[in-house]
């Protein structure tokens, strides 16, 4: 059995019971979780996990909460967040090593300072480096694993790396989702920075124009399907604007759902299930969920995902 006080015994991060999780998701929803971790540095995170695992009890990566719907009743286990402790971003030589929990959009901006080109295309990723590598964040012809080098992660309760060639890297995928990434290296191509920083605003400039920025929400909510692209399938459909409670189908970017103030978890699923059913109807594409579903019964999942 996990207790508060068993774990403050060697725990030197900050970790508080019953807190919501709506503080911690780009979407701006979900319940509390039973435990939120903040661990102080590498090896207070390595003790945690080993005390979890140790004890058979469930534990979530949190990154930026970019990435995932919590559900409204909260999750059961501990929500372990990194970016009060594992934030660094440094140059080795040729190389970037960047920690999990460092802003992405800092390391991008770390890349062009150091005249490193080949990230410039995926600003404004509202991710953590860890959370990046997770899901092979991309955009704009470009994704997080075209220049890893390695990957450094906790695997069955040791720190291990991960060479690019055994990462499994896919679209929207990667090797490590039973992993907890805690840096990776990177390596790329030289540029010239004024060159870099043009092509940045560029691309911060085209997304600010196409996506729902101001409003809450958890990026594209669907993959984008081979050859086609989610948003115009739902824009098809119809359902651009569609609306559930506070949950809606943007009006600017039909692939976005955005909390329009004190959604809940519950009308972002229902607008997902009306989504998938809907364009499955009108075009006979089936739909696949970019993010994860936490804390949700089976059924929800099973039918949603």
Not at 19 to 41: C, F, L, N
């Amino acid at each position: 059995m996990v207790t508060l006080s068993d774990i403050k015994q060697f725990f030197r991060g900050l970790i508080t019971i019953n807190e919501p999780m709506s503080k911690y998701t780009s979407m701006r929803v979900g319940g509390p979780a039973d435990y939120y971790v903040e661990p102080a540095d590498k090896q207070d995170l390595v003790q945690i996990i080993k005390y979890f695992q140790t004890n058979n009890y469930p534990f979530l990566m949190l990154g930026r909460g970019s990435n995932m719907i919590i559900s409204d009743e909260g999750i059961r286990c501990a929500a372990i967040n990194l970016e009060s402790s594992l934030m660094e971003v440094r140059r080795e030589g040729d190389f970037v090593i960047a920690d999990a929990g460092a802003h992405w959009s800092k390391f991008v901006d770390f890349c062009i300072q150091n005249e490193f080109a080949g990230v410039e295309m995926l600003a404004g990723i509202p991710a953590s480096v860890g959370g990046a590598i997770v899901m092979n964040a991309g955009a704009n012809g470009g994704e997080t694993a075209d220049h890893i080098v390695e990957v450094e992660v906790i695997r069955d309760g040791a720190i291990q790396v991960i060479k690019k060639a055994q990462a499994g890297f896919g679209y929207r995928t990667s090797g490590f989702a039973h992993d907890i990434v805690l840096s990776a290296t990177f390596k790329f191509p030289l540029g010239e920075k004024e060159e870099l920083l043009q092509r940045r605003r560029e691309f911060i400039l085209k997304r600010n124009a196409t996506q729902p920025l101001t409003l809450p929400n958890s990026g594209s909510m669907f993959k984008n399907p081979t050859g086609m692209y989610a948003a115009k399938l739902i824009e098809q459909a119809g359902l651009k604007g569609k609306r559930v409670g506070n949950a809606q189908i943007s009006e600017k970017h039909a692939n976005f759902i955005v909390n329009l103030g004190e959604a809940k978890a519950f009308d972002v699923v229902t607008l997902v299930d009306i989504v998938r059913r809907t364009v499955h109807q009108n075009s006979g594409v089936l739909l696949e969920l970019e993010v994860k579903l936490v804390g949700f019964p089976d059924e929800v999942r099973q039918k949603v995902a």
